[in-house]
Structures are given as C-alpha cells and as structure tokens.
C-alpha cells in the first residue's frame, strides 16, 4: 500500500514494527527510558493501532507517536461513524504504566497503559470542568468508521456522482490538470490541509471534483461558522437592492431608536458600514470578540452598552457580537428575520432546499455570526453567485453594484496582506507573474468558500480543523498542488 493509502493508527503500527532498523532509533529508546517499553517494536507496542472509546454514536480515538524520545499524538472526535474534530497532544509518563496526555485550553488526561489487554483507562480533566472516563481498546484503523479520511486508497480521480444539480465536466475540458487535482486530493487524504470533511471544485461554472472524507457525504449539511457572515452581507445588499436598506452611512442607532438612551457618546458615528466593516470602535477585549452565541434583543442591548473608543472606521477588530446588530437592521427594514429573507431571496433562486439555521436562534432572530448549515455543493452556488457578480443561471439575485462594493478591500485586517470587505475576506494569491485576489468567505475550522476571479473558480472546504492548528493549511496545499495545473 502506497504512502498515500497511510491512516495515521496505520502509519503507527507501521512506525512501531520497524522502530530498530531506522537510524537514530535506538538513541531515541535510550533517550526515552522506561517510557519507550511501552512503544516496544512488533504489533503490542503503544503506538500500534488505533485506541477507540466506546461503542456509541459518540467515540473517541487515541494515536500515539514516539519520535525523538518524545510522546505526543492525536486525539479524534469521532460522531455517527464521522470524524468531527480533532486534537494534538503532548504526553509524560506520571508513574509505571501511567501517563498523562494535555491539549490546547488546559485540557488534560491520565491514561492507565495494560498493554497486555491492549486496554488504555483515561480519565480527562476538561478545561469546561467536565471529567469523562472511558476505556480505549486496540483496533484496526481500517475497521473504524470515518477514520480513514477514504476507504479506498490509494486514491484515483473520479468524476463527481451524478445527481447533483450541477453540470460536471471533465477536467480537460476547463483547463484543469487531472494529475495536480488527484496531487490535492492525495494531500487531504494524508493530512496535510489537517481534518476535512468536504472538497468541492469549481471552474468556469462547471463542477470537476466533489469529495467528502472522514464518512461524510454529498447530503450532509455543515456548520458554516463565520462563512454565516458573507451570507449576511448578500442578505444585506439585496435588502438594499429593494430599496429597504438606504445608505450605509445611516447611523445605526437610527434603526434603533429605543437604544439612543443607553448609548453612549460617540454611537452617533457608528453606521452601517461600520458594522459591515468590523469598524465601529467598540471597547471590546480581544477575549470577548468571539461573542456569545446570542441573537436579538438581548445582544443589541450588550452592544450598545459598550463604549466607542476609537474613531469608527480607522481600526479593524474581528468581532461576533456587532454583527447582530444587523439582524435587527434586516428584520425592521424587510419586516423579515434574515433567515425568512434568505430562504426568499437567496436560497430559492440559487435553488438550495436543504439549510438550517436554528442553532442559538432566539425570539425569532438567528445567529448571524455563525450558525448556518449548509451542504457543500451549495456553499459553491453562493461562491459562483459572487463570481458571476450577482447573478445564478443567467438571472439576477442580487446586484452587480453590491458584489463589487461589498468585496472590494475597506481596510487592512493587520493579517499579512489580508484585507476585508463587508464581510469578506480579501487575499494575495501568488498565480504566475504576480498577485491576484482571492476572495474569501472564511469560517472556523477550514469552512472556506474560496473564490479566484482570475482563475473563474470557486474552491469550497468544510473541515473540523478547530483545535489542531490547521484551519489554513488547505491554503499552502492548494498553492502548492492545484493551482500549478491550472490553465489561464
């Protein structure tokens, strides 16, 4: 089996039966100590196999890797036979056949090795407070559902299901390489862009790969975190389209007239633009920029008991409870909440049946900032809608004047040559003899819906890189697989 067929409880078992004959080895098992008994070579060894947690819809898996006399590995969150989520972690033998296993945030487990029952007991302390206990036994990586990001590797391009509502082509036939996109592919399925669920191609309007990994599929709907946000802003300019949304330099207390009272000074100053912008000067601490999941009446109270403290529009400050605000500005303006307008306005003419966005919905109001669900194939509608400036099929959703208003670059984010729009994301991209943007709907953990106007493609991921440091690598793949066989 090739190196791109390799799991990674696969690559450990293999790392663990020929742990002596790689040079340097020995030195590591000697540096190690009593700890390396329990990476012992031949197929009884630690960090052989897959340690798995329980036989529910909700399992844990463990794999443990030993190089250079240290212990870390990865922890994998796996749900109804779908890997959800995943972790590194580091680990220090506490005491014989005891270890202790920390992640991110102050997480952290006690593991109890019996390697003669292929039998770990780990009880994790959880930074929340919760404790969880369980018995991870040994199995086949091959045996584990969702796992393996495909159960057939190595893997060969194919040509996306029928079915899909989207006319496919063959990757020839809009100047796409079909070696450097089965070299992408390959990439994801090792690991290298971390945990995806999704990857969708687009080019020149036709769909030429569709693949889902980790026990997903083509029906599965996917929380789009902040890719919410992009939404948002087409809601907001086909309300202003219909004349319901005026001009942007509105103040945004004038949509909100029972608040004047509580604000305080300089709210006056805020407009529109400047919640499109993540503009407006708030004294928000950079630990509470990531909100609370609150939508309606109650976060608009928070909001605007927060103090303006800098000059809206001069600084850039990624924040999730600002954003709601809109959904007061829509609901008021259409006499629509955002999600009644989008199913209307935007999800029936680009022909989306299945979405939801109830999670933290409240008193009607959903949660603009990160709650919507959608399949992949129609996160690439809403990306070849953007590329096509406004229009789906031929047919007008929402203005051309909007799409270019809305993603043309407002002000620099201070993230390298990043800039951002009206809820868009702005980057350098570097194809042949220079730069050239790329636009970005960009949501926690690689939900992404790349667009490069250069290229006329719409690149979609969902993933759940949210706690591994690897929400951007689908980037350096792509720049480093894909792009280099695309024709312009």
Not at 62 to 81: I, K, Q
Not at 354 to 381: F, I, N, Q, V
Request: net charge negative; proline share 5%; glycine share 12%.
């Amino acid at each position: 089996m090739s190196s791109d067929s390799s799991a990674p409880g696969e690559e450990a078992g293999r790392s663990a039966a020929s742990c002596l004959s790689r040079p340097g080895a020995r030195a590591g098992l000697l540096l190690s100590g009593a700890l390396a008994l329990l990476f012992a070579c031949g197929p009884r060894g630690l960090s052989h196999g897959v340690w798995l947690s329980g036989d529910g819809d909700e399992q844990y898996a463990l794999v443990f890797e030993h190089t250079g006399g240290l212990l870390s590995g990865s922890m994998h969150h796996l749900v109804e036979g779908r890997q959800a989520d995943q972790w590194r972690f580091v680990g220090t033998r506490t005491g014989a056949g005891e270890l202790e296993l920390s992640w991110g945030g102050g997480n952290s487990m006690t593991v109890s090795v019996n390697l003669d029952l292929d039998e770990l007991e780990g009880t994790a302390q959880l930074a929340n407070g919760r404790v969880l206990e369980g018995l991870f036994l040994r199995r086949d990586a091959r045996e584990i559902p969702g796992f393996a990001a495909l159960p057939d590797l190595p893997y060969r391009l194919r040509p996306p299901a029928p079915g899909s509502g989207w006319e496919i082509a063959e990757p020839a036939a809009v100047g796409l390489s079909e070696r450097h996109l089965e070299k992408t592919v390959r990439a994801v399925t090792r690991g290298e862009a971390g945990l995806l669920h999704s990857l969708v191609i687009v080019r020149r309007g036709k769909l030429v790969v569709e693949e889902y990994f980790h026990g997903y599929a083509r029906e599965d709907l996917h929380r789009l975190h902040s890719v919410t946000k992009s939404v948002t802003s087409l809601l907001v300019g086909i309300a202003r389209d219909r004349g319901a949304v005026g001009s942007l330099d509105t103040p945004v207390l004038e949509w909100f007239p029972e608040h004047a009272a509580a604000a305080g000074p300089g709210w006056e100053n805020v407009t529109l633009e400047h919640l499109l912008t993540m503009t407006a000067g708030l004294d928000w601490d950079r630990r509470e920029t990531l909100g609370d999941n609150l939508a309606g009446p109650e976060i608009f109270a928070k909001v605007f008991g927060r103090r303006v403290v800098q000059e809206p529009g001069s600084r850039w400050l990624y924040n999730d409870s600002d954003i709601e605000l809109l959904g007061g500005v829509l609901r008021r303006a259409t006499g629509m909440q955002a999600d009644e307008l989008a199913a209307q306005a935007l999800f029936a003419p680009l022909e989306i049946t299945a979405w939801d966005w109830h999670s933290h919905k409240t008193e009607g109001y959903p949660l603009l900032s990160g709650a919507l669900r959608l399949r992949p194939l129609d996160m690439a509608k809403i990306g070849l809608l953007v590329l096509d400036r406004g229009h789906w099929r031929g047919r007008p959703v929402v203005s051309e004047e909007w799409v270019a208003q809305s993603t043309a670059p407002r002000i620099v984010t201070g993230a390298g040559s990043q800039k951002y729009g009206y809820l868009w994301s702005r980057l350098d991209a570097p194809i042949e003899a220079g730069p050239d943007p790329v636009l970005l709907a960009s949501g926690w953990g690689s939900q992404f819906i790349h667009i490069i106007p250069v290229l006329e493609a719409v690149i979609v991921t969902t993933g759940g890189n949210h706690h591994n440091n690897k929400a951007f690598a689908i980037g350096e793949v792509l720049l480093r697989e894909l792009l280099p066989g695309v024709e312009r």
